[in-house]
């Protein structure tokens, strides 16, 4: 079993205040939530800045290989959604 952990650090060019940010934010979080099923997310960090968040994401699956390539297609996806940029991604896994 392994367990992927991505940590997104996000930023939206386009909100001018925090509660347009949250609006985007629960909008792309609706989208990887349809999209991609059987993952966790969550906003970790950032709670109070109006144009950056951090993403904190999981995935668990029979191996590396699998779970590496669920969530490239994650940042993909996010990196494809032309109102958002990827500041930085770091993925770790760990392996039981």
């Known amino acids: 079993m392994v367990v992927g952990i991505a940590k997104i650090e996000i930023f939206f ?3 001018n205040s925090l509660k347009s940010k949250r609006r985007r934010l629960k909008a792309l979080i609706h989208k990887l939530e349809s999209q991609f099923k059987k993952i966790s997310l969550a906003e970790v960090d950032g709670h109070d800045l109006w144009q950056r968040t ?4 999981s995935i ?8 590496d390539s669920k969530l490239t297609s994650i940042l993909n996806f996010i990196q494809n959604d032309g109102s958002i940029e990827i500041i930085k991604a770091e993925i770790d896994f760990i392996s039981y």
């Not at 951090?54 to 994401?57: D, H, R, V």
């Not at 668990?60 to 779970?67: A, P």
């Open 54 to 57: 951090i993403l904190g994401i």
């Open 13 to 15: 060019p386009e909100p």
């Open 60 to 67: 668990v699956g029979k191996n590396q290989k699998f779970v």
